[in-house]
């Protein structure tokens, strides 16, 4: 199977999403990133950005190649979940967005949210644009540690890519399920490419 690993702004893509645009003039631009990217022959396009996501939702039916919106893969968990839930963001910035394709998705399959929750972790997301990645990780776990100790019925998931590694060191601390935007990936993967795989792997990768 062929492979390209592509991300949004560095060197393999064409200038696209640099400048501001009108919301169809966005599409426009992300269509044409999509359409560029399956051009280089991948197996399929993994979009981990909820903007990009929200710009391609349209382009899906018409893409050759299956293109995968993680952000999907995440709200498809959520919505199986019958009782209280926590979501959590640490950039405030990708709250609304994320949380208006999660409501479509639902109404779409006539779910209700609820009984969903949003919390925002205050004063952390700085630290990943700062680059100290390893406190980040370690303030992150905190706070979720003590969400679940406050709030002990509630199924907790955390939204954000960026918060992953902080979900799996207090799972294996506490021998938790922490919801997440990997949640539904590897299955995914594995049906996809008809054999175990590992971290996405031999995927095509677009992260905006």
């Not at 979940?81 to 006539?110: K, M």
């Amino acid at each position: 199977m062929s492979a390209v690993e592509a991300q949004a702004g560095g060197a393999m893509l064409p200038p696209a999403l640099d400048a501001p645009f009108t919301m169809e003039q966005a599409r426009v631009k992300a269509a044409e990133q999509l359409r560029w990217i399956v051009q280089t022959g991948v197996d399929a396009v993994l979009v981990t950005c909820t903007a990009y996501a929200a710009l391609l939702a349209d382009e899906q039916a018409r893409c050759p190649v299956p293109v995968v919106l993680l952000d999907e893969l995440l709200f498809n968990s959520l919505v199986r979940i019958s009782g209280p839930q926590l979501l959590l963001f640490t950039n405030p910035g990708t709250v609304e967005g994320t949380l208006r394709r999660l409501r479509d998705y639902a109404a779409a399959r006539h779910v209700s949210l609820d009984q969903l929750e949003v919390r925002v972790i205050d004063g952390v997301f700085e630290l990943i644009l700062q680059g100290r990645k390893a406190q980040y990780v370690a303030e992150v776990a905190a706070a979720v540690r003590r969400l679940l100790e406050a709030e002990p019925g509630k199924a907790v998931s955390v939204a954000q890519l960026s918060m992953v590694d902080s979900a799996r060191l207090v799972e294996d601390e506490l021998g938790v399920r922490i919801g997440g935007p990997l949640a539904g990936l590897r299955e995914w993967l594995e049906e996809f490419v008809g054999e175990d795989v590992h971290d996405g792997e031999r995927i095509a990768e677009w992260k905006g």
